[in-house]
């Protein structure tokens, strides 16, 4: 089955210590995109990607890195720069077309000890 | 730039009530409009989506409308049920773009 995979579902990083994200997609998407969600807030946009090789900055990429360096792989670090790290983040992906929905993994709860 | 603003929540309704959850966008050229549903712990799924004007998107007894004349996309179902309750976001996107949500409607449904 076709789908967008994140792991670990639940993850915990001592402060002061950079941990990746995994995000792999199977459905041939050209674009991938990492979404910060806190609680009872809505989506805040990290990165995203268009192309392999590509990437761009999205509202709050300070404290994070990303690298795409196939079409179905974009892992997310945070690093040690990121204050606030604790929250859900959400990988989604979509064909790019103006009229394409996105698809979401699971999510992955970081949160600092 | 592009934006969306749904009605804040919590909406708490009781079984078989009817739904509507406001949302409108503001937009440069002719957005898609999308509701997505999101359970506790979970990632989005898409709900249901429209691509033009007047366009109606429906999926599990739910509706909305594309009204560009008043640019809004407001969700509405007939009669709710416990397993309806979830976050529901409208979100947009008008091209090779970043989608853009709103912020969550959270729905709260009791027997």
């Known amino acids: 089955d076709g789908g967008i995979t994140q792991s670990p579902k639940y993850l915990f990083r001592k402060e002061g210590q950079n941990v990746t994200l995994s995000c792999e997609q199977n459905?041939?998407?050209?674009?991938m995109y990492w979404y910060r969600q806190d609680p009872g807030q809505g989506l805040r946009l990290i990165y995203y990607?268009?192309?392999?090789?590509?990437?761009q900055k999205g509202d709050i990429a300070e404290g994070y890195s990303v690298s795409r360096e196939k079409k179905e792989s974009f892992p997310l670090t945070v690093t040690s720069a990121q204050k606030n790290p604790t929250a859900f983040y959400l990988c989604?992906?979509?064909?790019?077309?103006?009229?394409?929905?996105?698809?979401f993994g699971q999510g992955t709860r970081l949160t600092v000890v | 730039g592009n934006s969306v603003t749904q009605m804040e929540g919590p909406v708490t309704l009781s079984e078989e009530a009817f739904l509507t959850i406001n949302c409108t966008y503001t937009?440069?050229?002719?957005?898609?409009l999308f509701w997505y549903v999101q359970y506790p712990g979970e990632g989005l799924q898409l709900l249901l989506k429209?691509?033009?004007?007047?366009d109606k998107g429906s999926n599990k007894g739910f509706e909305a409308t594309y009204r560009k004349e008043t640019t809004s996309f407001h969700l509405e179902k007939g009669s709710v049920q416990v397993s309806d309750s979830a976050v529901y976001f409208c979100?947009?996107?008008?091209?090779?773009?970043?989608?853009?949500f709103g912020t969550g409607t959270r729905l709260l449904v009791s027997p």
């Open positions: 429209a691509t033009k004007a007047d």
């Open positions: 990607s268009q192309i392999v090789n590509d990437f």
């Open positions: 989604a992906s979509r064909e790019g077309e103006v009229n394409t929905e996105a698809f």
């Open positions: 459905l041939n998407h050209d674009a």
């Open positions: 979100a947009l996107n008008t091209g090779f773009q970043k989608l853009v």
């Open positions: 937009a440069t050229g002719y957005p898609s």
